[in-house]
């Protein structure tokens, strides 16, 4: 079931990820007024407001114990700032956090409130193309667990994880994978000028290639291992540069790399905590 347009949802924080949230509820028909942004910055309240026809204020009240949903959307390092004049309101709330490295046990301390969902998004959000981790404490009911996909829905896919700490995976697998489709851009647009193309070409050809090798993928049954074998002719130029890549252990180097965001992230939540 999904959130009934009259419930109040507040955001504390309207930074990038809030604001992609808010455009996504209002394109699919929330009405602006039945939203409620915390956020110290003028400006973006101005920007919000006049965006979205979203409600704002620059400090918490008791307006916020109207809200169905508090959904987190501050820095990690200043969420303990922003909670404190917030928490004598926002106890009869679903707390949802788009946080990293925040844990639930933390907001329950900080909030009052048991029923936390954690969620794990990444920027392709910021144009309905992301994928997010979700996490539900055991407080939180079904309508809730739909409330929170209904929030997340305008910024992509949703996948409900079982353990809080695999949240620390799935940052480093999603919430840091843009970086990664980054990087490897970035080498394949250098080694187009090396080759003699502009860096432009390169550019297109790379960003053409990662988009239409992952819409195949999702498109077809089958692993990707096998899609690449397809690809990959003994003797040929795929078979080259796969060949290279396997001396210089690239895939473990890249395995590791992924661990190492894994473990950083276990860390920020320790530290948070």
Known sequence: MSTPQHDLLAFVGGGNMASAIIGGLVAAGRPGDSILVIDPGAAQRAKLAAEHGVRTQGTPDAAL????????AVKPQLFRDAAAPCAAHVGGAL??????GIRSETIVRATGSQRVVRSMPNTPALIGQGIAGLFARDAVSADERRLAETLLAPTGRTLWVARE???DAVTALSGSGPAYVFYFVEAMTQAAQRMGLSAEQGKQLALAT???ATALAQASSEPPEVLRERVTSKGG???AALSALEADGVKNAFARAILAAQQRAKELGDEFA
Do not use: C, P, R, Y
């Not at 707390?95 to 990293?100: K, L, T």
């Open 95 to 100: 707390q949802f956090s788009v946080m990293a």
């Open 165 to 167: 700490e695999d949240l």
């Open 65 to 72: 114990a109207q809200a169905k949903a508090i959904v987190w």
């Open 210 to 212: 990662f988009a239409g």
């Open 237 to 239: 130029t795929t078979h």
